[in-house]
Every structure is written in C-alpha cells, then in structure tokens.
C-alpha cells in the first residue's frame, strides 16, 4: 500500500496529557498537510510543510500544537497538556505540489480526550 | 476569510435517481476545485477534479464549473445505496485548501 498512514488510528488520553501522532505521507509528494475535524463539519486545516520546512500554520493553533517533519518525509504532531475540546479526527493528506495536485489523505487519527 | 459554502443536507434521493450537490467559493483567485465523498468514520476520499469552466464528467459523476458565479457543482447519476455519503467540497486557493462542511446525501432503495 503506496497510500498515505497515520498512526495510531485511535487514541484515548486523559485531559491534561500528551500525544503524539504520525504521518507517513505518499513517497513522492513533498508537501504535507495536518487538518482536525470535528463531527459534521469540514476539514479545519493546521499546518503544512513543503519538504521539511513548516510553511503556513493556522492562526487559531494553540501553542500546544506542534508539527515537524525532520527530514522532509514523515511527519509528527503533537498535543500538550489535552483539553476535551481538542477530541477529533485529525487528518494528514499530502500532495504532490505541482501545478493543481490534489491532496490524498491518510485514515486519520481519532482523538478522545476523557 | 475564504469560505466555501455548502448545503449540509440532508439531501435524499431515490436509487437510480440524479443527486445535485452545490457549493459556493468567496475567492475568486481560486484555481483549482474538488469533491471528496466522506463515509461516516473515515477520511474524505477524493473522486473529482475541476480546473476549467464548463463540465467534466467521470463515469456516474459529472463536476461543473462556473467561475464567474463562483459556483461548482457535483452530479451523480443513477445513484446508488452506495453513494450514500457526505461530499466534501474543497477550493484550493495558493497552497491552501479549503473545504467546506459536507453535504451529506441518502441514496434510498
């Protein structure tokens, strides 16, 4: 399976702790993309990278929020301190990045904060 | 703020029937445009692209554009139980895509 995985594809935690989730995206596509979604409604985009550089983060990202992407192939996020409202599918999707790609997106990983 | 707007739905139509899906972009910059199906639990998956006025058809789904309206549509024909699903409609705009909240459709039998 050449597709884009996330690990893991469900996590439960306490309120207050950390996690951290993994993307592999797609071998040949340089950009990388983390969204959150919470039920009925779209995709809420988080942050992007083109190789390893970070290039765009949402302005309503909590400073708890971190990503990396060390060497320009899999991915990291990461949550501190977890709040229930933070409870919801979070989705990577990479992209070739040429011209009009679309994005492909991974299984996603359920979050639940208790 | 670039919005894309969608009907939530729900949109149910009769098995072999025509479903219309619409969605509404406020940046006129945007290039490129996308519908992705949603079945509950899982992550969107793609099944449409649209780049230039006017229609493109793939198999039961035909996508239409219209830029000068802003305006970009899904129809699928002779819908299926499977079809059954909320559709995602997302606008790329830069290196940014947006999406909107789903339109979640109901294929009866």
């Known amino acids: 399976d050449t597709g884009v995985s996330q690990d893991p594809r469900h996590k439960i935690t306490k309120r207050g702790q950390n996690v951290t989730f993994r993307c592999d995206p797609i071998?040949?596509?340089?950009?990388l993309y983390w969204y959150r979604q919470t039920l009925g409604q779209g995709p809420e985009f988080l942050t992007y990278f083109q190789n390893e550089a970070q290039l765009e983060k949402s302005r309503l990202l909590s400073d708890r929020f971190s990503a990396e992407r060390p060497k320009g192939s899999f991915s990291t996020l990461e949550i501190q301190r977890t709040e229930q409202g933070d409870s919801a599918m979070y989705l990577c999707?990479?992209?070739?990045?040429?011209?009009?790609?679309?994005?492909?997106f991974g299984n996603g990983t359920r979050l639940t904060v208790t | 703020q670039k919005e894309v707007e969608q009907n939530s739905g729900p949109l149910s139509v009769p098995e072999g029937a025509i479903a219309s899906l619409n969605c509404t972009y406020s940046d006129r910059g945007s290039q490129s445009f996308f519908w992705y199906r949603q079945y509950s639990g899982k992550s969107p998956e793609l099944i449409m692209f649209i780049y230039s006025n006017g229609d493109k058809e793939d198999g039961r789904f035909t996508a239409q554009l219209n830029k000068a309206s802003q305006y970009v549509s899904l129809l699928i024909r002779d819908s299926q139980p499977s079809d059954s699903a909320t559709y995602l409609c997302?606008?790329?705009?830069?290196?940014?895509?947006?999406f909107g909240t789903g339109t979640s459709l109901t294929v009866i039998p």
């Open positions: 997302a606008v790329k705009s830069g290196n940014q895509f947006y």
């Open positions: 999707a990479s992209s070739p990045g040429s011209g009009d790609s679309p994005l492909h």
């Open positions: 071998s040949e596509h340089n950009r």
